[in-house]
Nanobody, 123 residues
Framework: QVRLVESGGGLVQAGDSLRLSCAAS????????VAWFRQAPGKERDFVAG????????DYADSMKGRFSMSRDSAKNTVYLQMNSLKPDDTAVYYC????????????????WGRGTQVTVSS
């Protein structure tokens, strides 16, 4: 059974950091493009960051560049999203998604999803 399980969310203050994890079972994450998306209440699900299959190159939404960093630990079959200098606008449910193929920037391009982890940033 293919599963993605996110963890690491929580309630933090503006300026704090969090590291989200996305652990996979049933697939080898390094063979997949993996992305983080987020969805705030009443808003659409937006691309946050992604890591390409095999090469492991990363890309980020403009508003996250310089603050967020995505990485992959192949031995643990896990990807991470390090989030620094968090802002109240970063409050959302963060989802991990995977697809077999090139990195995509729309959620519709992914067929494997986790259930999400809540990140709340207070001012």
């Amino acid at each position: 059974q293919v599963r993605l399980v996110e963890s690491g969310g929580g309630l933090v203050q503006a300026g704090d950091s969090l590291r989200l994890s996305c652990a996979a079972s049933g697939i080898t994450l390094s063979a997949y493009a993996v992305a983080w998306f987020r969805q705030a209440p009443g808003k659409e699900r937006d691309f946050v960051a992604g890591i390409s299959q095999n090469s492991g190159s990363t890309d980020y939404a403009d508003s996250m560049k310089g603050r967020f960093s995505m990485s992959r630990d192949s031995a643990k079959n896990t990807v991470y999203l390090q989030m620094n200098s968090l802002k109240p606008d970063d409050t959302a449910v963060y989802y991990c998604a995977a697809r077999y193929g090139a990195l995509a920037y729309s959620g519709s391009g992914y067929n494997i999803w986790g259930r999400g982890t809540q990140v709340t940033v207070s001012s």
